[in-house]
């Protein structure tokens, strides 16, 4: 059974930091490329980074880059997200997901084949 798993999210003040883990089960992430989307309450999802098989990394928005930065480790299967400089509006659902094309990043919902359940991110002091 294919499977993601996210974890790592949790309650944190602004300007602190978190690091996602989306690990995979069922089959190897080196065949996929992956990217991390969010959901806060009454918006719709929207991409956050994604990573292809060879390293290459495209991300969503200005906003979250230089501070948010997508890795892979082939030999753990999983692939992370680390955020720094957290802000208030960095709060929502996380979730990663898996795209059958490993080398191509896009950062539309719909392209992704397999989804994790997610984990929520919570930035409030």
């Known amino acids: 059974q294919l499977q993601l798993v996210e974890s790592g999210g949790g309650l944190v003040q602004p300007g602190g930091s978190l690091r996602l883990s989306c690990a995979a089960s069922g089959f190897t992430l080196d065949y996929f490329a992956i990217g991390w989307f969010r959901q806060a309450p009454g918006k719709e999802r929207e991409g956050v980074s994604c990573?292809?098989?060879?390293?290459?990394?495209?991300n969503a928005a200005d906003s979250m880059e230089g501070r948010f930065t997508i890795s892979r480790d082939g030999a753990k299967n999983t692939v992370y997200l680390q955020m720094n400089n957290l802000k208030p509006e960095d709060t929502a659902v996380y979730y990663c997901?898996?795209?059958?094309?490993?080398?191509?990043?896009?950062?539309?919902?719909?392209?992704?084949?397999?989804w994790g359940q997610g984990t929520q991110v919570t930035v409030s002091s």
């Open positions: 997901a898996a795209r059958h094309h490993p080398t191509m990043c896009v950062m539309t919902s719909r392209d992704y084949d397999y």
């Open positions: 990573i292809n098989v060879n390293g290459g990394i495209t």
